[in-house]
């Protein structure tokens, strides 16, 4: 029986167990005894607290795209009364935070978006995920343009992003977040009244 106040600790271990192993090996290639091993913990544990390999994917990748919505809310937050310009290019800077870029987070969300296309869970996740992007950018939009001109740009601008992060991750070089910041933004002036810029 595991200590009380442990499962927390524990599904922190196991989680970053298992962003290493991606790192690593890729997902495909991890098994539950590396993610056991890495953690310090026997198998035992990560059927406890996540039933399987999948359900500790899903808790990685809810895990993920929790950091991705704490950073674009942090930095809206900050902003409230800005422009729509502005509180649109911190949106685009939570995407590219720094929890985001690190390679384990990038080869996390590679997989995760293959792995989605073939697993239920993951995908339910995977278009949360995008639903909730997709309706912040369009609220911001929504406040300078009419509706479906704001739909349109923001779907282009997440789009974007989506492409900007595919490009590096691909890329087998650092990720530059500056000049993926540089390139949104400039779509994003783009779709704003010149009045706005």
């Known amino acids: 029986m595991p200590k009380l106040g442990m499962q927390p600790i524990r599904q922190r271990q196991l989680i970053d167990a298992t962003l290493d192993a991606i790192n690593e090996v890729g997902l495909h290639d991890t098994t ?6 890495r953690a310090g913990v026997s198998t035992g544990i990560i059927g406890h607290y996540f039933r ?3 359900g500790l994917l899903e808790a990685t990748m809810r895990d993920i795209t929790s950091q ?3 950073a674009i809310l942090t930095r809206l937050r900050a902003l409230e009364g800005a422009s729509a310009k502005i509180r649109l290019e911190a949106i685009v800077a939570g995407n590219f935070d720094e929890t985001q870029i ?5 080869k996390a969300w590679l997989d995760f978006w293959a792995s989605s296309m073939h697993q239920p869970a993951l995908y339910r996740l995977q278009q949360l995920s995008n639903r909730r992007l997709q309706s912040t950018i369009t609220v911001e939009f929504r406040r300078v343009l009419g509706r479906d001109a704001a739909r349109d740009a923001a779907y282009g601008l997440v789009a974007l992003i989506d492409g900007l992060w595919l490009r590096g991750a691909l890329s087998g070089e650092p990720f530059d977040p500056h000049r993926a910041e540089a390139l949104a933004n400039r779509y994003i002036g783009q779709h704003l009244p010149e009045n706005l810029q």
Do not use: F, V, W, Y
């Open 32 to 37: 539950i005894a590396q993610i056991a091993r």
């Open 52 to 54: 399987d390999k999948n």
């Open 102 to 106: 690190h390679s384990a987070a990038m």
């Open 68 to 70: 991705l919505r704490q």
